[in-house]
């Protein structure tokens, strides 16, 4: 199954391709990668192997790990001082989200004189950017959910304003990833359903957004066929290989997908996740059938023919509803909202700052800051009926 793709940069994919690392940092002329990686990883050894196929290769290496689960604009900082202190010349974005968003975020403010924000994924922000200085980049996912190694943004929260923001520029796109599924093999079962549902929420939104892209259209009917298949296995059986690969693939294509657009869970997803410092994938698993609800109108009928490619039996909206909440029970995604400790005091202000994400704009309904306080009550109190 080791493969080479193109698409839309260029991917490694396969069993043992991290044995790759050093000759992807010397394609790229990088002689002193700096790793940006979860903390959470420094326990496996997968982080020394890697470093020590870059050592071998007579490449120096340095290992940053300051991230939050939800990296910050403090975290990026830190990470660009350290960068330069040890005067590297490339990231290596080694594990979930986290590290993949930060690391990208490093290489790209590595090289700049105007401060983080000031490339929010807002106008033409990203042309204020130097991009000849960009540090050159390698993503290296752990997890099979934010897909991040084939984006061109970062989601980093600015502390200042207790808000994620989305920082943006093409060339934040890594140059070479390594899809290598032994690395997700230590991913415990919970983190698996929710970072696989993540990369689900990312492959129906795209599929869900009016906007015009008909292959991405077709990336993520593909994507979601195959979570269809593969998360629930992975998740029963961490060592499966084949659905480890495949979740990894299917992640991948999520992020492809969403050149598209996403939607309202992640527009609520983002201010939620921000606030309460929790998971994003598991934010968008319990938001996911809230926002299909919401958008039923506007939804029914694709929801059908994705539903009939998939294999949904006699599809419908209510059979896709149906395999949703089937799906999140089997593999112990949380019913609600509540379940992870959020009551209603901050619905006002969760749902004006959804209005104001990027992600609502291209939602199938252009929904108001009141539409998103009714959804985010619905999805603490538990109702589907509306």
């Not at 959470?40 to 050894?45: D, E, I, N, S």
């Not at 540090?135 to 929260?157: D, H, Y």
């Not at 480890?244 to 992020?255: C, I």
Request: net charge negative; proline share 5%; aromatic share 8%.
């Amino acid at each position: 199954m080791n493969q080479d793709w193109n698409y839309p940069t260029r991917i490694k994919f396969g069993v043992g391709r991290l044995e790759e690392v050093a000759a992807s940092c010397q394609e790229l002329k990088i002689t002193s990668p700096m790793f940006v990686v979860d903390p959470g990883l420094l326990q496996f050894p997968m982080i020394e192997q890697a470093v020590s196929y870059c050592r071998a290769s007579s490449l120096r290496c340095e290992v940053f790990a300051g991230l939050k689960s939800n990296p910050t604009g403090k975290n990026v900082k830190e990470g660009v001082q350290v960068f330069h202190d040890g005067k590297h010349d490339g990231i290596v974005a080694f594990g979930g989200g986290s590290a993949l968003d930060a690391g990208k975020a490093i290489a790209l403010l590595s090289g700049q004189q105007l401060p983080l924000w000031a490339f929010e994924d807002r106008d033409d922000n990203w042309r204020s950017a130097n991009a000849e200085m960009i540090a050159p980049i390698i993503a290296i996912p752990t997890t099979a959910g934010t897909g991040s190694e084939v984006g061109r943004a970062s989601v980093i929260v600015d502390e200042s304003v207790k808000e994620k923001k989305i920082i943006f520029h093409p060339s934040m796109l890594p140059s070479i990833v390594i899809l290598d599924p032994l690395l997700t093999l230590g991913l415990p079962p919970d983190l698996t359903a929710a970072t696989g549902m993540d990369a689900l929420s990312h492959n129906l939104e795209a599929w869900c957004s009016p906007a015009y892209h008909p292959m991405s259209d077709g990336i993520a009917a593909e994507g979601i066929r195959l979570i269809r298949i593969y998360l629930q296995r992975a998740v029963v059986d961490g060592q499966d290989v084949e659905a480890r690969s495949m979740m990894l693939v299917a992640s991948t294509m999520g992020a492809t997908a969403f050149q598209k657009g996403l939607g309202a869970m992640h527009a609520l997803a983002h201010p939620i996740g921000a606030i309460y410092d929790l998971h994003h994938g598991t934010l968008n698993a319990i938001l996911m059938p809230y926002v299909l609800q919401a958008n039923r109108e506007k939804i029914s009928s694709i929801l059908e023919r994705l539903g009939m490619y998939v294999g949904i039996d006699h599809s419908s909206f209510e059979k896709f509803l149906h395999w949703i909440l089937k799906l999140r029970h089997d593999i112990g995604i949380p019913e609600t909202l509540m379940n992870l400790g959020i009551d209603l005091s901050r619905t006002k202000e969760i749902g004006e700052m959804a209005f104001r994400d990027p992600s609502s704009l291209t939602n199938p309904i252009l929904f108001s800051s009141s539409d998103y306080e009714s959804i985010f009550r619905n999805s603490i109190l538990g109702n589907l009926d509306f």
